[in-house]
Structures are given as structure tokens and as C-alpha cells.
């Protein structure tokens, strides 16, 4: 398992994060990301978990799902309060 912080994101990630931050009136400093990295079987699976207080989400962050879209659905039905 490899971990990674909110700084080892992908730019793209980071910047469309960023986007949604401000979009719902967060700032990323306002949460707590960290990325994890396994490998099972030759393939990765990549998971971000987003922190802010007590509140916790993890997202699956593969090609086919996008997971600063699940984020921001969370941020608009008030998850991280």
C-alpha cells in the first residue's frame, strides 16, 4: 500500500478540487486528504479519503469515476457539515 497526500495528487485533481472548494465556499484547507494506493492482482485500485472534523468520505478514484464529482454532491448535501 502506497500513501499519498494532497500534494502527491495529480494536478488536474488538485486544481478540480480546488474548483469545487470554492464553488460551495470551502477552502482546501478546510479538509484533510490522503490517497491510498494497493495493488491486487497487476491492477491498482487508488482511493482519496476526504477528512474535515469528524466527518470522513472515501472516494474510489479509478479511470472510470471521477471522485471530485462524488465530493462535491457530498459538499451540496452538507456531509462535511
Given at each position: 500500500?502506497?500513501?499519498q497526500?494532497?500534494?502527491?495528487?495529480?494536478?488536474?485533481?488538485?486544481?478540480?478540487?480546488?474548483?469545487?472548494?470554492?464553488?460551495?465556499?470551502?477552502?482546501?484547507?478546510?479538509?484533510?486528504?490522503?490517497?491510498?494506493?494497493?495493488?491486487?492482482?497487476?491492477?491498482?485500485?487508488?482511493l482519496?479519503?476526504?477528512?474535515?472534523?469528524?466527518?470522513?468520505?472515501?472516494?474510489?478514484?479509478?479511470?472510470?469515476?471521477?471522485?471530485?464529482?462524488?465530493?462535491?454532491?457530498?459538499?451540496?448535501?452538507?456531509?462535511?457539515?
Open positions: 500500500m502506497n500513501e497526500r494532497y500534494i502527491d495528487l495529480p494536478v488536474y485533481e488538485r486544481a478540480a478540487f480546488e474548483l469545487v472548494c470554492a464553488r460551495r465556499g470551502f477552502a482546501p484547507t478546510h479538509f484533510e486528504i490522503t490517497g491510498t494506493l494497493q495493488m491486487t492482482d497487476g491492477t491498482s485500485d487508488r482519496v479519503t476526504v477528512r474535515r472534523g469528524r466527518w470522513a468520505q472515501s472516494y474510489r478514484a479509478d479511470a472510470a469515476t471521477f471522485w471530485v464529482r462524488d465530493f462535491e454532491t457530498d459538499l451540496t448535501c452538507n456531509f462535511f457539515k
